[in-house]
Structure formats: C-alpha cells, structure tokens
C-alpha cells in the first residue's frame, strides 16, 4: 500500500487482484455496489417472475415453485441488497471523504466485511441453487423447523452477512468519532453522515440479534432444541419477537441511508442552505432510537397481549413525528429555493412524494383495528414497496445520479436519465398502488393465486412490474455506456459545497492533496435573491 | 524489537490506539447483545417452568463450576498483569503472565469437557436427545437445551480467547510490543474480561439457582 502513487486516481493501475486486496475505502466500496447492483438484477428478476404469475389468474408455475420465487425475492431483496447498499456503497465510498479523512479508521476490516458478504451471500445462492426456500423472508417457525428446503444455508448465509453489517457499522461509528479533519465538528457533518452514523448504531446493536436467532434456529434444525418448537415445549412467538426485535430495526438501516441522500441532494438542487439542519440531524438518531421499540407491530395478530398491542400500536405511531420532521424540512428547503430538475433531484422528489404514501399508509397499519383487517394483505405488501422501493430506492438511485461524476468520473446521460426515472416512478405507481385497493379488498399477500375479482388491478400491477423493468434496464446501460462514453466530469459539476467535491472526479487513492481545514457548515449557500 | 508503524490514515499513535479501543468496546457490545438473546430466553423460560428450573440445575455439577469460576477470575487477573507490564517494557514479566492466562484458559476448557462428556453419559442432552429418567418435569430439556446453548456459545468465545492470548504472546515474544505500542495485548485482555464476565452470570444463573 506504501509503495502506490497517491496521486494517481484509485481506477488506474493493478489488474484484479489489486483490486480483490485493496484496503482503499473507494475501491471497496465500488467492489459493495458491483457486488449489491448484481444481487438487485436476480432480486429484480424473481419479483418480475413473482408478477408473472400473478398476471392471470391459474397456475403459470407451481405453488412451490411460486412460494420460492417471493421467498427469494425477499431474502435477496433485503440481506444481499436494500440493507448493505447505500451504507456499504456509497457511504464506504464518501465517508471519509465527506469528513475529511484518508481512509475509514479500519481499512483491513473493511475488506474483510466484503469478503465476508460475499460469503455470506454466496451461502444465501447455494440455498437457492439446493432448492431454494419456501419460507418467506421472516423464516417463522415452526414451519421453518419442518420445511423441506434449504433452511439452514439460508439462514446461516444471514447469519455471516450480518457480520459483515456489524463490522461495516462499527468501522463507521469509530471513523467518524475519531478522523474527522480539523475543524470538522458533528454539526458541520453533512447530513448523510448523520444518517449513515444512525444506520450503523442500529446495525451494532441490532444486527447481534438477529445473529443469535438464526443461530438457535439452525440449532433448532439440527439438534432440535425446542425453544422455539411448540412441540418440544417452546414458543413460535418468541421466534416472532427475536426475528422483529432485528428486522424492524433493520427496516430503519434500509431507510435512514435513503433519507440522508436525499437531504443532501434537495439542498443542492435547491440552490439554499438546509432547513431545519439540527432537526434533520437528530430525527435520523430518533429515529434509530424509536426503532428498538416498536417491533411487536408486526404481531398484532400473533398471540400477543392486548396491552402489549396497545403500546406497540402507541409507540408505531411515535416513528411518525420524526419521519415528518424531515419531510417538512426538505420541503422547506425547497420553498423559495433555486431548483434545478436534473436526475438526481427528479429521484429526491420522487421519493418524498413516495414515501410520503408509504409513511402515512404506515399509520393505518399501526392502528390496531385498522391492522387486523389488513394484516397480511396486499396493503402491508403495498405499504413496505412504498416505503422501501418508494424510498429507499429512489435514495439511492438519486445518490448513484448525484455521486457518479465523482466516483467515476464520468457524466451519465441527462436525457436517458430523466426518461428512465420518468419509466420507474409511472411504472412504480403502477405496481404499487393497484396493490392498496387490492389488500383493501381483502386479497392475501403470498399465494399463488386469486378470486376473479382481483383480476383486473393485477394485471395492472404486472404491466406496471414491466415498466420498471425498462427503467432499469435503460439505466444500466446508460451507466455502464457512461464509464466508456461519457463527457468528462469535472470536480465540481453540481456546485455542491460538501468536501468531496473540492477534489478531483475521480478521486485520488489519498483523497485530499493535504488535510482539509474546515470552517463552515456543509451547505453554505448564499442568500437567494429575488 | 521491531519498531510498529502507526498506518497513514491516522495522526498519531495515540489516534490510532484511541480508534482501536472504541473498536474493541463497540464489539463487545455487539457480544452482549448475542448473548442477551440467550438471557432472554432463559428469563422467559424460568418464569415460564420456575420448579422445573430449579430441579434441573441441581443435576449440573456445582464443584466443577465453582473450580472453573475460579480459574477464570484468575485468569483475569493474570491477563491484567500481562497487561500491565507490557506497558511497563517489563515483556519477559508479560510473556510469563500470558502464558498463566493461556494455562488457565486451557483449564476451564478441559475441566468442561468432563463436564459436557458426563451430561452426554447420562443423557442430559439438549431438546428431543434428552433422555434422562430422574427428572420428573416433562419441559426439562429446554434447561438442557438453554445450559449447552449458553455454555457452549461461551465456550467456543474461550476457544476464540485461547487463540488471541496465543497470537499475542507469539508477538510479545518476538518483542512486538512495549510503552510505545501494546495495542494488541491490552484489546486481547479486555475481550478475555468481558468472556470471564460473561462466565460470572452463567454460573450462578445455571448452577447455583437450585
């Protein structure tokens, strides 16, 4: 590492194996987002197989074969995707940049924790290879106990992949505490750090968890230790109880990350200084803190108590407060704002205006009479694409637009751009919201099939499935066809005032030339003038 | 003695040792919280099967666990020692104290195994293999169960300590460390407390309660 040119940009120089050992934090993160875009391409195909089947009514491919494909499509979707990619991508890439620093305070674990995904992902595809799993991603037992498929690869494929979270987590808490540049105090922190900061504080004290559970749960398979066997004289709600107390959490790992991208990208669309910094700042820390607390509303239809309900269901309703909050200060500061319409914010609105549904649809399903009717429709299924597709997504494609001058050095196309988000936001809504009305009228998420009466907005809804897909698949050609043919980037070329865009697209292996020394805010534009 | 570079990324030497320390203390969080599945359960279960509980946990061997407290609290203090004169350059002091540490280590290890190998003798296994007559409670493998899960995940973190206490007197032999850097050792001796720790509450929670 010593003996590399710092001032050459971290693409050039070393074949594969330079880059299956680097400890650069950039190298390491372009590695997560190859490795997470790919795992999105077979997560995308199985929901599209899912839709499929779901175009008319009768049989396409077998009940099994179906419970596989959205088992799949789930697991894929949510341990070997929408959890490890903006924080494990893009943060690995731009945090240390953002505050400043060379590296993040462990770069030999960064590595590691790659490796280690990849494993466990790698764990996660033999599953689907020896059969696959027919579960569903919430592995309930006893079901789990008894199926026939591949369980336990699955399951310890989760296990080693929250590893690599922990320690992705715990590296970005110590980097930010420790090699922040002078002058860089927390509250000058762009506000994707403080997001990316929540995210890994819920992965460190969330992810152990989930660790253990799917552990007991191997252990349940092979040694058949009961706990969570009725049978043996243990309790499938306590499976229920473990499984949340990681896995809503965890929905905040997926969301948090989104929501920093886009403070950063309305505020420099905008043209203005952020509104309400400090409240966006520490509503991602609410957030994560309100997220350890409401996960039985996931069981308001188990055997939970009433009581446990109600608190449950008051509690839900808390996540709202600061969820708003940040919503009504991107939304302030747009107000009066300078706003340019290039991709990236195009995705920013895209996902307030999404998001928004998927959070206020969030309240019906945390109302308790409300949930026991829609528990385990299509609204819950509805709901969670809103807010993760809806949000999370459009975060993320809305930093992959933002940030891909910088990583790569390239300009993506303007104009394919926008059509392609035009595609997936029409498509999108398509999908989605035919599901709403769908789940009111009473159909169950996870079957193969339906009643007559729901022929119509499903079919609609896969029309809408094939939308996205075009969307996508202009948009990964356009970025690939951007590495090669691309206008050159230059530095700077959103007028963005954060660090890493005072030096060069793409980066030195070192970063900054010499140290950085911080002096004001991360948004300081000036006064808009009328 | 091999002079340790400080990597670039960091400032200083303190910097670096700083970041390594919150490192460690934020994984040992994580620790806690894996094991605090475990206590969960076992909360929830006692007060599920209270009587249960305390019938089973008489059949553990109480001397056995009490000697194996023992050798850890020990160990503790010897991997502190180590600790101590590492910073103090005193290293043939430090290597002598981690090989103490290593040998009480290996103790607790061995003294479990007897331990493992005589429940399996008489049946007191974990889950649908418990099959042991004297114990009347028709829910007592799920005590069996929740001893081999918290002794044996305890355990494989003692295997886990034995090959750090190892790899750092390996590197405190070759005359890695001293005053100026003793990173390794002082992060092995807090990873070895928090496993004695850990032990602490396991003891009377199983053994003792009966």
């Given at each position: 590492m010593s003996a590399t040119d710092h001032t050459k940009n971290y693409l050039q120089g070393g074949g594969l194996w330079s880059w299956l050992t680097t400890l650069d934090h950039k190298r390491i993160g372009v590695m997560y987002m190859i490795a997470t875009m790919f795992f999105f391409a077979i997560g995308g195909i199985f929901a599209l197989l899912v839709r499929l089947e779901l175009f008319k009514t009768g049989p396409l491919f077998s009940p099994d074969t179906y419970n596989k494909f959205f088992t799949l499509h789930g697991a894929i979707m949510v341990f070997m995707f929408i959890i490890p990619v903006i924080p494990a991508a893009l943060g690995n890439f731009f945090l240390p940049i953002q505050i400043g620093a060379k590296d993040v305070a462990f770069p030999r674990l960064n590595l590691l924790s790659w490796y280690i995904f990849m494993i466990g992902s790698f764990l996660l595809v033999l599953a689907v290879l020896s059969g696959g799993v027919d579960t569903g991603w919430t592995f309930y037992t006893p079901y789990s106990i008894r199926s026939a498929t591949s369980v336990i690869f699955a399951t310890l494929g989760v296990f080693i992949m929250g590893f690599s979270g922990i320690l992705t987590g715990l590296n970005f808490i110590v980097t930010i505490h420790k090699l922040r540049a002078p002058g860089m105090t927390f509250h000058r922190m762009p506000l994707f750090l403080w997001a990316i900061y929540a995210t890994a504080i819920i992965q460190v004290l969330a992810t152990p968890v989930i660790g253990i559970t799917t552990v007991l749960l191997v252990m349940e398979r092979?040694?058949?230790?009961?706990?969570?066997d009725p049978k043996l004289g243990g309790d499938p709600v306590l499976f229920q109880h473990f499984f949340w107390f990681y896995s809503h959490p965890a929905v905040y790992i997926m969301i948090l990350p989104g929501m920093g991208i886009v403070s950063e990208v309305i505020t420099v669309f905008s043209r203005k200084h952020i509104f309400g910094y400090h409240a966006i700042a520490y509503s991602s820390l609410a957030i994560a803190g309100i997220s350890f607390i409401v996960w039985g509303h996931h069981m308001f239809?188990?055997?939970?108590s009433p009581l446990a309900n109600f608190l449950f269901s008051l509690l839900t309703m808390l996540v709202a407060v600061p969820t708003a909050i940040k919503v009504f200060n991107w939304t302030a500061t747009m107000y009066r704002g300078s706003i340019w319409l290039q991709t990236p914010m195009l995705y920013a609105l895209a996902f307030i205006f999404l998001f928004t549904i998927g959070g206020l649809t969030g309240l019906f399903l945390a109302a308790l009479s409300v949930d026991v009717h829609l528990?385990?429709?299509?609204f819950v299924v509805a709901h969670f694409h809103y807010v993760m597709m809806g949000g999370t997504v459009m975060g993320l494609l809305a930093g992959l637009h933002y940030w891909w001058p910088k990583m790569f050095g390239r300009m993506y196309p303007e104009g394919w751009g926008k059509l392609s988000c035009s595609l997936i936001f029409i498509g999108f809504n398509l999908t989605f919201l035919t599901q709403f009305f769908l789940g009111k009228m009473g159909m169950p998420r996870r079957y193969h099939d339906y009643l007559p009466q729901y022929a119509p907005l499903n079919m609609a809804s896969t029309v809408g499935s094939w939308f996205i897909g075009a969307g996508f698949l202009i948009m990964f050609t356009y970025f690939i066809w951007s590495l090669f043919k691309g206008a050159k980037a230059p530095a700077n070329p959103w007028d963005a005032?954060?660090?890493?865009?005072?030096?060069?697209?793409?980066?030195?292996?070192?970063?900054?030339h010499k140290e950085p020394v911080v002096t004001t805010g991360p948004y300081e534009y000036g006064e808009v003038k009328i | 003695m091999t002079e340790h570079v400080v990597p670039d990324h960091f400032h200083s030497a303190e910097q670096a040792f700083e970041s390594s320390k919150l490192g460690l203390w934020l994984f040992l969080v994580t620790e806690i919280l894996l094991f605090g599945g475990l206590f969960v359960i076992y909360i929830i279960y006692r007060a599920m099967y209270p009587d249960m509980f305390h019938e089973a946990s008489r059949h553990l061997n109480r001397t056995l666990g009490f000697i194996n407290t023992l050798v850890l609290i020990c160990s503790s203090f010897t991997m502190a020692m180590a600790v101590n004169k590492t910073q103090n350059d005193r290293s043939n002091r430090a290597n002598q104290y981690l090989l103490l540490t290593l040998m009480f280590a290996a103790t607790f290890m061995v003294i479990k195994y007897f331990e493992y190998t005589h429940k399996f003798h008489e049946g007191l296994l974990p889950g649908a293999h418990f099959s042991f007559?004297?114990?009347?409670?028709?829910?007592a493998d799920l005590f069996f169960s929740l001893y081999f899960m918290m002794t044996g995940l305890h355990g494989i973190h003692v295997l886990v300590g034995i090959g750090l206490i190892l790899w750092v007197l390996v590197r405190s032999n070759r005359g890695d460390f001293g005053s100026r850097y003793s990173t390794p050792v002082e992060l092995t001796g807090i990873y070895w407390h928090l496993v004695d720790l850990i032990w602490i509450y396991l003891f009377p929670l199983l053994y003792l309660i009966g």
């Open positions: 092979v040694l058949h230790i009961g706990f969570f239809v188990s055997s939970q528990h385990d429709t299509y005032k954060t660090l890493e865009w005072t030096i060069e697209s793409p980066p030195t292996t070192h970063n900054f | 007559a004297e114990i009347t409670h028709p829910k």
